[in-house]
Each structure stands twice: as C-alpha cells, then as structure tokens.
C-alpha cells in the first residue's frame, strides 16, 4: 500500500499524473489540481512522480 501526497500549491493542473497513471490514480479537482481520488489502487510505480514537471507529487511505501 501506497501513501500519496499532492502539494497543491505547487500543482499547475497540467494533467500528466492523471494522463500516464496506468490505474486511474488521479482526476484534476474542481480546484483544477490534481486529486488522488483512487489512491488505494496506486502500484507504486512511480510514473506520476517522474512526470511532473513541478515535482509536487510524493509517493510513499506503508
């Protein structure tokens, strides 16, 4: 199990976490930020983190 952190400050809403994640991890907010709405079903594979271009995603193994 995988432990996501998003800092929304940092977010543009870009869209690339939500576009690569292979298990439909994210969705972009009404905020227009991304949104880990389905992180028990995150693998750990890290996609997200590496594609961010503001590298405001974390992930953590329990």
Do not use: H, R
């Not at 976490?17 to 389905?38: A, F, H, R, S």
């Amino acid at each position: 199990m995988f432990i996501i952190n998003v800092d929304l400050e940092k977010c543009t809403g870009c869209g690339e976490c939500v576009n690569i994640c292979p298990v439909q991890v994210y969705e972009l907010g009404p905020d227009g930020k991304t949104n880990p709405v389905n992180a028990d079903a995150c693998e750990g594979c890290m996609s997200c983190v590496e594609v961010c271009p503001e590298q405001c995603i974390e992930v953590k193994e329990m």
